[in-house]
C-alpha cells in the first residue's frame, strides 16, 4: 500500500514562511512528477506547483517567486518553501505522486496524501 505523508502545516502570520514536506512510503517501483495542490475555504482544489524525477518545474501563474518546489529521490520526499504567506494561501495542501506499483503496472497511477492545514492569519 503506498502513502504519501505530508508535514509542516500550521498556523503562520501573514509575511512568515512554511516548509511542507511530502514522504512517499511502501511498495513500489518509480515515482515520476510529484507535486502539491491546495484547496482554500469554498475554493476548488487547484495546483501549487509540481517536480518532475529529473528536476523540471511548474508552477501556478500566481504563486510562482514566492514558493520554491524542491525533491530528493533517495528519500521519496518532495517539498515545499513557501515564503511571504499570505491570508489568502490559507488553503489545506495536498501533495501528489505519479506512482508505479503492482497495483497499476505497467501504468503510473495518481496518488494522494490526506492534506495539511495551513493557515495563515492577518
Known amino acids: 500500500q503506498v502513502q504519501l505523508v505530508e508535514s509542516g502545516g500550521g498556523l503562520v502570520q501573514a509575511g512568515g514562511s512554511l516548509r511542507l514536506s511530502c514522504a512517499a512510503s511502501?511498495?513500489?517501483?518509480?515515482?515520476?512528477?510529484m507535486g502539491w495542490y491546495r484547496q482554500g475555504p469554498g475554493k476548488e482544489r487547484e495546483l501549487v506547483a509540481n517536480?518532475?524525477?529529473?528536476?523540471?518545474?511548474n508552477y501556478a501563474d500566481s504563486l510562482q517567486g514566492r514558493f520554491t518546489i524542491s525533491r530528493d529521490n533517495a528519500k521519496n520526499t518532495v517539498y515545499l518553501q513557501m515564503n511571504s504567506l499570505k491570508p489568502e494561501d490559507t488553503a489545506v495542501h495536498y501533495c501528489n505522486a505519479h506512482i508505479l506499483d503492482g497495483t497499476s503496472w505497467p501504468n503510473y497511477r495518481e496518488v494522494w496524501g490526506q492534506g495539511t492545514l495551513v493557515t495563515v492569519s492577518s
Open positions: 517536480i518532475t524525477r529529473g528536476g523540471g518545474t
Open positions: 511502501g511498495r513500489f517501483f518509480n515515482i515520476n512528477t
